[in-house]
């Protein structure tokens, strides 16, 4: 107990070093200790249930939880549905759409047990975080307290772009009270995961129009996305850190300096001196700090336009408002 309060004080101190101002006072690692004390417990067990079966589900929660901290904040509103399709869930592509029913299955034994307490905001940071965990990636503090928002809207989704610039995607996330570091920090999520070729066709075939590939990228990996996706597939997966899509590591840092990032949004980090900077350092180091500079990333990705005190509420359903 002890060295959790020292290390969240400490995460907090290299937080505010960073000189961003997030309201850290507003969420509490014992938020639910006297609230509902098994909290974490439970959700770490039904996630390890979900993700030890089916790895792959990690990466779609760990995605999950940026976009929706990244759409109206970390207020679980990417979880609710919508009767006319509209809402922040239905613009997600595809793929993302995997893994609520881990959300959900956690949400309902936290029901069983302390009904009406555990805000789905909360959950879904949670099961991010131990979905991580469980395929032996690093961890990270996650203050609890937020409460869930009522308004999820389709209108609303404003994620960064697979083909935006370095320039579009710091503004992206400076508008989140996010910095450069955060930017490629949290990019090294790419470490684990699927894309389709429907994003990389136009990359790959016809960037300039003239039948052409973004110069940007390492020739031979075009050859080789080239094999994978023909021009009319837009199915096919692809992986994002090929070589290493399993494994929450610093490859994705490799596969980046030798210009084989997947999306203009990856190779773009190469673009920006201190990025470019942080790609190389951890691509030659082997992810010297990657770790924990990703840990303490999450950390502040958690705090991104939360609610709290008598703002929301907190849903009995995370698909549904009250
Ligand atoms: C920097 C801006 C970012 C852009 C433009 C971006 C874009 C994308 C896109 C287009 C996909 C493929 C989705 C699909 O085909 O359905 C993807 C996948 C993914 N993204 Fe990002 N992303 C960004 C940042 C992040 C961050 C901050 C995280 C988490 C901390 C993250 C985690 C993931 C993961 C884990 C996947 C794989 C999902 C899966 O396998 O289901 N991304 N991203
Ligand atoms: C995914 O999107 C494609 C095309 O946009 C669509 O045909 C397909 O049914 C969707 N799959 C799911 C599971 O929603
Ligand atoms: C980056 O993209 C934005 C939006 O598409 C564009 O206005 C800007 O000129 C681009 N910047 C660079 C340096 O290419
Ligand atoms: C490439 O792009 C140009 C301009 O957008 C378009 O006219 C052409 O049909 C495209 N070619 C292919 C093979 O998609």
Known sequence: ??????????????????????????????????????????????????????PSLAAALLRMYFHDCFVRGCDGSILLKSPNNDAERNAVPNLSLRGYEVVDAAKAALERRCPGVVSCADVLALVARDAVLVIRGPWWPVPLGRRDGRISRISEVNLPSPFANITTLKQNF????????DLVVLSGAHTIGISTCALVNARIYNFTGRGDFDPAMNPGYVRALKKRCKPTDFRSIVDMDPGSVKRFDSHYY???????????????????????????????TNGISFNRDFSDSMFKLGFVEILTGRNGEI??????VN
């Open 315 to 320: 849903r009995r359903k995370c698909a549904f």
């Open 254 to 284: 490799n596969v980046v300096a030798q210009r084989k990032g997947l999306f203009t949004s990856d190779s773009t980090l190469l673009d920006d001196f201190d990025t470019r900077h942080y790609v190389q350092i951890q691509a030659l």
């Open 1 to 54: 107990m002890m060295t959790k309060t020292l290390l969240a004080l400490v995460v907090l101190l290299s937080v505010l070093g960073n000189s961003v101002a997030i309201p850290w006072y507003s969420l509490n690692l014992n938020y639910y200790r006297s609230r509902c004390p098994d909290t974490e417990r439970i959700v770490r067990r039904v996630t390890q249930q979900y993700v030890s079966r089916k």
């Open 174 to 181: 400076a508008d989140k009270g996010l910095n450069a570091k």
